[in-house]
């Protein structure tokens, strides 16, 4: 291979790395199941074509791929201050940031005209809030000024949820509402528990990540209450699914719940806490919930109702 070809794939590498790829792939898992269900339930009573769901998840991909560049472009100084981050590709000076900058806008603009070219107008201006929601608020207002950054920051995290829903539909139902709540929820949680693995990173970069700037034991109770939050909140997607879901909504929800309580007694004890159980566990359920959602729409199953 000459040098020519591995400096080209050394920059594409870069490039792809930018867009923090394992990270797009959850948000797609959450994206399907919206769809199905919006299809299922409120959309006519059919699936979405495979043709729909193809464009929904590359316009989602995109945008995606935009918020994650324009991420590191504006945390490039505190992603070469961390372990966790130091390999990114504006930490180690692999790609210009200015080149970054441009190719993140031109993936925002891209995902939004596929978006509204391909599914619905509002489907596309869902995606073009979320980036600006994640980059202008979360990054740049948020992260590096409170503790409740990833609380409301987060909200960015749920959008996939309502423009799959607005792709299929046009419009945004409660349904949508209530699994952007689940994620909302969801979310402290998870990054709580990273953050305290990872604490000495987030402190290092000057970051008020609530496990730098908090005791322990309040950022384990803090996670025990979020998790029965999401628990609780997951339960309003019962009346337009059925008792498959409900079920594992039930089991799982309240497994979560159990492991956040093991995490807050063993913290409380001073005891050796592994949040990481926590955090591996909460990409589970997310993902678990999310695939019953779609199997319940996808199988037809009667819906529990309204229990009123």
Known sequence: ?????????????????????????????????????????????????????????????????????????????????????????LAQAQVPK???LVFGLVLGALSALWLGLTTNWLAAALSVTAIAFYVLVYTLLLKRRTSQNIVWGGAAGCMPVVIGWAAVTGRVDWPAFVMFGVIFFWTPPHFWALAMRYRDDYAAAGVPMLPVVAPPAQVSIRIVVYSWLMAAWSLLLVPVTSWVYAAVAVLAGGWFVVMAHRLHATVRAGGEARPMRLFHLSNTYLCGLFITVAVDAALGLPVLGWPF
């Open 1 to 89: 291979m000459t040098p020519r070809i591995e400096r080209g794939r050394s920059v594409l590498r870069a490039y792809v790395s930018l867009t923090k790829t394992r990270i797009i792939e959850q948000l797609l898992v959450v994206t399907v199941p919206a769809m199905f269900l919006a299809g299922r339930r409120t959309g006519g009573g059919h699936l979405p074509s495979v043709w729909l769901l193809i464009a929904t998840l590359v316009g989602g991909a995109v945008a995606a791929a935009s918020a994650h560049a324009l991420n590191c472009v504006v945390d490039a100084d505190i992603d070469a201050k961390m372990k966790r981050t130091q390999a990114r590709p």
């Open 98 to 100: 200015a080149h970054a």
